[in-house]
């Protein structure tokens, strides 16, 4: 006796502090929400929804008492009659079986001790329950339990195997529904209903029986609850906001930040990304693409038509669902989805795809049986289509915070989780423009200033031969103000301007802007946008435009908070302060990289170019408060649209991934700009326009828009334009004004070499 007491005292010492119980961290995944909390996406293996035992249904309660523990309320940890029963049970048969576990026993192995199945790990078992329920009340070891305890399709706890087997919150589940539950811990892969459904419905019965016999239920409830059938199903996670290019960023921010605890403590990120906005950009894109698509025709079906076709994969690609025809005549095609779902095409809506054909049945290229690509149209019709050859990427932020609105890197994640909107390097084309016309006027240059649009060798001793680049529409217009060169993107001209003001600073002006120096190449090539960027980078760059002149950066996370809701982590971004003195410096806020001047003058600019240049499309939404400038690649290798209002800055682009041409004419403003226009659509509405207010020191000045002089004020062909006012001309021209302009379709973008 004296040796079994020592014994005990030694193993007393090696038993763990039980209160660890007092701090238990469950291992519930990682959730990210949209701004307007929709759930975004979650990670993490093990399913956990804690919940205080006040909110546990007592007949969940009651039926876990009934399969596992009907004593708890009555013994001191230890079931010793259980006990006595399974050492029976061992010298009868010589077999260890499972059983004289008590649920405060159970929480000692979950928690405090391993899985092995030895006599010392049970002593230390029944050692430790005595001791935690000496330190803990009933319900608290219950809580621990009924949140712990695995219940199969990896969760944890009743919550997440309500959630996982019935897509339901623990409230709202039936008391057969509850029995199933109780079933699983006894053995959660053999009892379980998605697995074995005919085991799981026997141990279900069992624990209702069980039920009825300590009077948890009456006999009428019994005989309901056993005659009802299980329905359980393995629940999806109900994605409220389907944006996994969001999902992924995010995912990745909080990995290296928390590491890998970062799938299990439950954390609750909030983006900074409005639902309304970020569905409305990943439909501009797709709807971009499509269009895109459809101008170089139909590739082909599917698969071809067949006596015996195999079935469909469960698919679908962005917007596009497989189908399999079944019935063709002159105006519709019938077709079926994967799921059975029927519908009808009509004529119109294939016209796109049909070859130049004298027969007479237009749909003859189709044949019943055949595989093809559908899509639901906006006004709810199908419309055949096919998965789009190229990719584009969007972003849009606040400007004058940071804080991302909307993200697509590509037409589907699924199919390609390369998130061209952030890791892409591609040259953005006239798009860098603006940030060589921004170094001009910095350099005393005007809106006014006159700039030769006349051919240009460049010698390169580097190349085996001179650069002698090209305007888009292969014409010349000769002497032209900035003003024109921007707003047509006039490429020879921006070429002089970039002699004139220098590579050295240009390079400077655009790493204000947050381009870094080697993104920007140290040669002449520099003036039509040679370097590379991602639709983010040039997002942040055009925000400097729209927020008054003030370099921020874009963030996606709001605020982190833990599995209580406790605050982690809460976003400070700089924030514009519009009316804080421009000498003084303000706290968290964004440093100034251009004067109110040059931003209000390259905002006037930038307008211009909806208004009367290369993106008039943009017109089609009615305000005179957009700005932007579009951006087209060497043999329209990329198409951009980087535009603005007040409050959106946003960025488009589209082009293949091997840098293949978009072909003839599809340029920045005929292939970009319409996504660009289609988010703008739903950002802006309701939003008011805000007009451009000149700052002290803008004045307009009537010129000759031939030489950038001053102009009689009775001449017919003098304009008006903005100068800062160290800058405005004082003597008057002599000349008649005869200034030339292009066709904004023909020379409406540009081409690099």
């Given at each position: 006796?004296i040796?079994?007491?020592?014994?005990?005292?030694?193993l007393d010492?090696?038993l763990?502090?039980v209160?660890?119980?007092?701090?238990?961290?469950?291992?519930?995944p990682?959730l990210?929400?949209?701004?307007d909390?929709?759930?975004?996406?979650?990670?993490?293996?093990?399913h956990?929804?804690?919940?205080p035992?006040?909110?546990?249904?007592?007949?969940?309660?009651?039926?876990?008492?009934?399969?596992?523990?009907?004593?708890f309320?009555?013994?001191?940890?230890?079931?010793?009659k259980?006990?006595?029963?399974?050492?029976?049970?061992?010298?009868?048969?010589?077999?260890?079986?499972?059983g004289?576990?008590?649920i405060?026993m159970?929480?000692?192995?979950?928690f405090l001790?391993?899985n092995?199945k030895?006599?010392?790990?049970?002593?230390?078992e029944?050692?430790?329950?005595?001791k935690i329920?000496?330190?803990?009340s009933?319900?608290q070891?219950?809580?621990?339990?009924?949140?712990?305890?695995?219940?199969?399709q990896?969760a944890?706890?009743?919550?997440?195997?309500?959630k996982t087997?019935?897509?339901?919150?623990?409230?709202?589940?039936?008391?057969?529904?509850y029995a199933?539950?109780?079933?699983?811990?006894?053995?959660?892969?053999?009892?379980?209903?998605?697995?074995?459904?005919?085991?799981?419905?026997e141990?279900?019965?069992?624990?209702l029986?069980?039920?009825l016999e300590?009077?948890?239920i009456n006999?009428?409830?019994y005989?309901l609850?056993v005659?009802?059938p299980?329905?359980?199903?393995?629940?999806?996670?109900n994605?409220?906001?389907?944006?996994?290019?969001?999902?992924?960023?995010?995912?990745?921010e909080?990995?290296?930040?928390?590491g890998?605890?970062?799938y299990?403590l439950?954390?609750?990120v909030?983006t900074t990304?409005?639902?309304?906005?970020?569905?409305?950009?990943?439909?501009a894109l797709?709807?971009?693409?499509?269009?895109y698509?459809?101008?170089?025709?139909?590739r082909g079906?599917?698969r071809k038509?067949?006596?015996?076709p195999s079935p469909?994969?469960?698919?679908?690609i962005?917007?596009?669902?497989q189908?399999?025809?079944?019935?063709l005549?002159f105006?519709t095609?019938t077709?079926?989805?994967?799921?059975?779902t029927?519908?009808?095409?009509p004529r119109?809506?294939t016209l796109?795809?049909?070859?130049?054909?004298?027969r007479?049945?237009?749909n003859?290229?189709?044949?019943?049986?055949?595989s093809?690509w559908?899509?639901q149209l906006?006004d709810?019709?199908?419309?055949?289509?096919?998965?789009?050859?190229?990719?584009?990427?969007?972003v849009?932020?606040?400007?004058?915070?940071?804080?991302?609105?909307?993200?697509s890197g590509?037409?589907?994640?699924?199919?390609?989780?390369y998130?061209?909107?952030?890791?892409?390097?591609?040259?953005p084309?006239?798009?860098?423009?603006?940030?060589?016309y921004?170094a001009a006027?910095?350099?005393?240059?005007?809106?006014?200033?006159?700039?030769?649009?006349?051919?240009?060798?460049i010698?390169?001793?580097?190349?085996e031969?001179?650069?002698r680049?090209?305007n888009?529409?292969r014409?010349?217009?000769?002497p032209i103000?900035?003003?024109v060169?921007?707003?047509?993107?006039i490429?020879?001209?921006?070429?002089?301007?970039l002699q004139?003001?220098?590579?050295?600073?240009?390079i400077?002006?655009?790493m204000?802007?947050?381009?870094?120096?080697?993104?920007l190449?140290n040669?002449?090539?520099?003036?039509?946008?040679?370097?590379?960027?991602?639709p983010?980078?040039?997002?942040e760059?055009?925000?400097?435009f729209?927020?008054?002149?003030?370099?921020?950066?874009?963030?996606?996370?709001?605020r982190?908070e833990d599995?209580?809701?406790?605050?982690l982590?809460?976003?400070?971004p700089?924030i514009?302060?519009?009316?804080?003195p421009?000498?003084?410096?303000?706290?968290?806020t964004?440093?100034?990289?251009?004067?109110?001047?040059?931003n209000?003058?390259?905002?006037s600019?930038?307008?211009?170019?909806?208004q009367?240049?290369?993106?008039?499309?943009?017109k089609?939404?009615?305000r005179?408060d957009?700005a932007?400038?579009?951006?087209?690649?060497?043999?329209?290798?990329?198409?951009?649209?980087n535009?603005?209002?007040?409050?959106?800055?946003?960025?488009?682009?589209l082009?293949?991934?091997n840098s293949?041409?978009?072909?003839?004419?599809e340029?920045?403003?005929?292939?970009?700009?319409?996504?660009?226009?289609?988010?703008?659509k739903?950002?802006?509405?309701?939003?008011?326009?805000?007009?451009?207010?000149?700052?002290s020191g803008?004045?307009?000045?009537?010129i000759?828009p031939?030489d950038?002089l001053?102009?009689?004020?009775?001449s017919?062909?003098?304009?008006?334009?903005?100068?800062s006012?160290?800058t405005v001309?004082?003597?008057?021209?002599?000349?008649r004004p005869?200034?030339?302009?292009?066709?904004?379709?023909?020379?409406?973008?540009?081409?690099?070499?």
């Amino acid at each position: 006796m004296i040796a079994c007491y020592f014994f005990l005292l030694e193993l007393d010492k090696e038993l763990p502090d039980v209160e660890q119980l007092q701090h238990v961290q469950y291992q519930t995944p990682l959730l990210i929400f949209s701004q307007d909390n929709l759930l975004i996406a979650q990670f993490g293996e093990k399913h956990s929804i804690p919940l205080p035992i006040e909110k546990i249904p007592a007949q969940q309660v009651n039926a876990f008492l009934a399969a596992e523990d009907d004593r708890f309320y009555q013994h001191n940890g230890v079931d010793f009659k259980g006990l006595l029963r399974a050492s029976t049970q061992l010298i009868i048969t010589g077999k260890k079986l499972q059983g004289g576990s008590t649920i405060t026993m159970q929480v000692t192995r979950n928690f405090l001790l391993s899985n092995e199945k030895t006599y010392l790990r049970k002593l230390k078992e029944i050692m430790l329950a005595m001791k935690i329920e000496q330190r803990f009340s009933k319900n608290q070891i219950l809580e621990l339990y009924l949140n712990k305890i695995y219940l199969g399709q990896r969760a944890y706890g009743v919550a997440a195997a309500a959630k996982t087997y019935y897509g339901k919150d623990i409230n709202n589940l039936n008391l057969s529904q509850y029995a199933m539950i109780a079933g699983l811990p006894k053995a959660p892969s053999i009892f379980n209903p998605i697995s074995d459904p005919k085991r799981a419905l026997e141990r279900r019965n069992y624990i209702l029986h069980r039920m009825l016999e300590l009077q948890y239920i009456n006999i009428t409830d019994y005989k309901l609850a056993v005659a009802e059938p299980d329905n359980a199903a393995l629940q999806t996670v109900n994605v409220e906001l389907y944006a996994p290019y969001i999902a992924e960023m995010v995912r990745q921010e909080i990995v290296n930040k928390y590491g890998e605890d970062a799938y299990t403590l439950g954390l609750k990120v909030h983006t900074t990304i409005p639902s309304n906005l970020q569905i409305a950009a990943d439909h501009a894109l797709q709807q971009g693409l499509h269009e895109y698509d459809e101008r170089h025709g139909y590739r082909g079906i599917v698969r071809k038509n067949s006596a015996h076709p195999s079935p469909l994969a469960n698919g679908s690609i962005g917007d596009c669902k497989q189908a399999m025809i079944t019935e063709l005549n002159f105006n519709t095609i019938t077709a079926k989805l994967v799921d059975g779902t029927k519908l009808s095409i009509p004529r119109k809506n294939t016209l796109w795809a049909q070859p130049e054909s004298p027969r007479n049945d237009k749909n003859s290229f189709l044949e019943v049986n055949d595989s093809i690509w559908v899509r639901q149209l906006i006004d709810n019709s199908w419309a055949l289509t096919q998965i789009p050859a190229a990719e584009a990427a969007f972003v849009a932020l606040n400007p004058h915070n940071g804080a991302i609105l909307a993200l697509s890197g590509g037409f589907d994640f699924l199919h390609s989780k390369y998130n061209r909107a952030v890791q892409s390097k591609r040259q953005p084309g006239s798009g860098f423009k603006p940030f060589l016309y921004t170094a001009a006027l910095e350099k005393g240059f005007t809106l006014a200033s006159i700039i030769n649009d006349a051919p240009i060798v460049i010698e390169d001793p580097s190349q085996e031969n001179d650069w002698r680049p090209e305007n888009y529409s292969r014409r010349f217009l000769g002497p032209i103000p900035l003003r024109v060169a921007l707003r047509e993107s006039i490429n020879l001209a921006s070429i002089r301007l970039l002699q004139e003001v220098g590579i050295t600073d240009t390079i400077a002006t655009a790493m204000r802007f947050g381009f870094d120096k080697e993104q920007l190449p140290n040669t002449m090539s520099l003036a039509l946008g040679s370097g590379y960027a991602s639709p983010l980078k040039m997002a942040e760059a055009f925000a400097v435009f729209a927020n008054g002149g003030f370099a921020i950066k874009s963030y996606l996370i709001e605020r982190i908070e833990d599995h209580n809701g406790n605050l982690l982590f809460q976003a400070n971004p700089e924030i514009i302060c519009s009316d804080c003195p421009a000498d003084k410096a303000q706290p968290n806020t964004p440093p100034r990289v251009i004067t109110e001047k040059v931003n209000f003058l390259m905002n006037s600019l930038l307008r211009d170019v909806v208004q009367r240049g290369t993106a008039t499309q943009a017109k089609q939404l009615g305000r005179n408060d957009l700005a932007g400038k579009t951006g087209t690649t060497n043999e329209q290798r990329d198409a951009w649209f980087n535009g603005f209002s007040a409050d959106f800055v946003a960025s488009a682009w589209l082009g293949f991934d091997n840098s293949a041409s978009l072909g003839q004419g599809e340029t920045g403003g005929k292939a970009a700009l319409p996504i660009w226009i289609s988010f703008m659509k739903t950002a802006l509405s309701g939003l008011p326009e805000k007009p451009l207010i000149p700052p002290s020191g803008i004045v307009s000045a009537f010129i000759n828009p031939e030489d950038g002089l001053l102009s009689r004020p009775n001449s017919k062909t003098g304009i008006w334009e903005f100068f800062s006012e160290e800058t405005v001309p004082t003597t008057f021209s002599a000349s008649r004004p005869e200034i030339k302009t292009s066709d904004p379709e023909m020379d409406s973008e540009e081409t690099l070499f």
